[in-house]
T-cell receptor, first 111, second 115 residues
Framework: DADVTQTPRNRITKTGKRIMLECSQTKGHDRMYWYRQDPGLGLRLIYYSFDVKDINKGEISDGYSVSRQAQAKFSLSLESAIPNQTALYFC??????????FGPGTRLTVL | DQQVKQNSPSLSVQEGRISILNCDYTNSMFDYFLWYKKYPAEGPTFLISISSIKDKNEDGRFTVFLNKSAKHLSLHIVPSQPGDSAVYFCAASEAGGTSYGKLTFGQGTILTVHP
């Protein structure tokens, strides 16, 4: 079984809809992250959490919110999806260090 | 402002030859650097890293070189294999302060290794 799982893997939605992307990990890491990948821009950090009670904004948090339900679960929500949020979304985890381990990604399309 | 830059969007190499992927950074507070590899429909996977106290780190066919004065690092793959064809991301992090534990990524370079 994969150490970091993301659901759904693909999602098509309409402008204005609320969307939740979920991430679960079995690695036992305290730190979890959400990134989005756009062509030509690499991966950009949306939100990160160093433990269950710690939530921090990344460089592009506007239009997103997160919830850290447990050490193993970190969800990303788009309150009202817009087309420029169409992207690949990755969850990552990390022990107390710099190396991060990524999930397989969610491809989100907002029409 | 892009603090980590990979100026070559793509690189094409013959099997058996050396692949050299480059990365430049502007933030002098970065002290740890990583390379990730990404195949289509998968998440990035960690490949190799280097601390700023070193100028070279080697792992099998992969070697990362760091030139702190030039704020430049490179990944060498020797010999290149068709299975190395992927997108390669350079990433960097700072030692402490509010940025500790956060990675800043470059735009990625698509490597194609031809048989």
């Amino acid at each position: 079984d994969a150490d970091v799982t993301q659901t759904p893997r693909n999602r098509i939605t309409k402008t204005g809809k609320r969307i939740m992307l979920e991430c679960s990990q079995t690695k036992g890491h305290d730190r979890m992250y959400w990134y989005r990948q756009d062509p030509g821009l690499g991966l950009r950090l949306i939100y990160y959490s160093f433990d269950v009670k710690d939530i921090n904004k990344g460089e592009i948090s506007d239009g997103y919110s997160v919830s850290r339900q447990a050490q193993a679960k970190f969800s990303l929500s788009l309150e009202s999806a817009i087309p420029n949020q169409t992207a690949l979304y990755f969850c990552a985890t990390s022990p107390r260090g710099d190396t991060q381990y990524f999930g397989p990604g969610t491809r989100l399309t907002v029409l | 402002d892009q603090q980590v830059k990979q100026n070559s969007p793509s690189l094409s190499v013959q099997e058996g030859r050396i692949s050299i992927l480059n990365c430049d950074y502007t933030n002098s507070m970065f002290d740890y650097f990583l390379w990730y590899k990404k195949y289509p429909a998968e998440g990035p996977t960690f490949l190799i890293s280097i601390s700023s106290i070193k100028d070279k780190n080697e792992d099998g066919r992969f070697t990362v070189f760091l030139n702190k004065s030039a704020k430049h690092l490179s990944l060498h793959i020797v010999p290149s294999q068709p299975g190395d064809s992927a997108v390669y991301f350079c990433a960097a992090s700072e030692a402490g302060g509010t940025s500790y534990g956060k990675l800043t990524f470059g735009q990625g370079t698509i490597l194609t290794v031809h048989p």
